[in-house]
């Protein structure tokens, strides 16, 4: 009599010729279980920027392994996709705000909450505030992203019931705003 067999056995391909990297080793699973993501990075000089995107079940990138749901269920390879990193760094009427770090072909999303406490009023390509931000569009390059807001502060005249449900305006705008 044979014994089922209880554990699956996980190789990771760097899939990256031309750099050196960092070791992966093999994992043992049990099958049902989820596997951990292998950290890996390029150990020199990256002109690219090249990190890993994901990984996938097959050279071609069709299926992507999710390692928050995706369960161990034999014997497989996962190839790591390496894609170009960039840089978006984020001002906030003229004042460097963050740097974000978006792959290559990824897609920006509008963040009203860089102005949180001011009338969002678009996010730009410049800083003249001319040319909208054309959210459908992938990021191909490092970029400057322009967003504008109210020189004001902004506060809704709509009150949720029971939003202030003690103290003055004065005295809940001062908590609201921290000082």
Known sequence: VSEAKTTATIHFDINLEGYETNSVKDKTVTLG??????????????????????????????????FKKDKVQGDMTLYARWVELFDVDYYVNG????????????????????????RYMGTYTNDDYEEKIDFAQPVTSNMDVFVLRSEGLYLSDHVEEGELSSGSLSENLVAYLGT
């Open 95 to 118: 004042v460097f705000t963050k740097t974000e770090n978006v792959f290559n072909g990824d897609l920006l999303k509008e963040d009203a909450t860089l102005v949180e406490g001011f």
């Open 33 to 66: 279980k989820r596997v951990v993501e292998p950290s890996v990075y390029i150990l020199e000089d990256n002109p690219t920027n090249l990190n890993v995107y994901g990984w996938h079940t097959d050279k071609d990138f069709t299926t992507k392994w999710d």
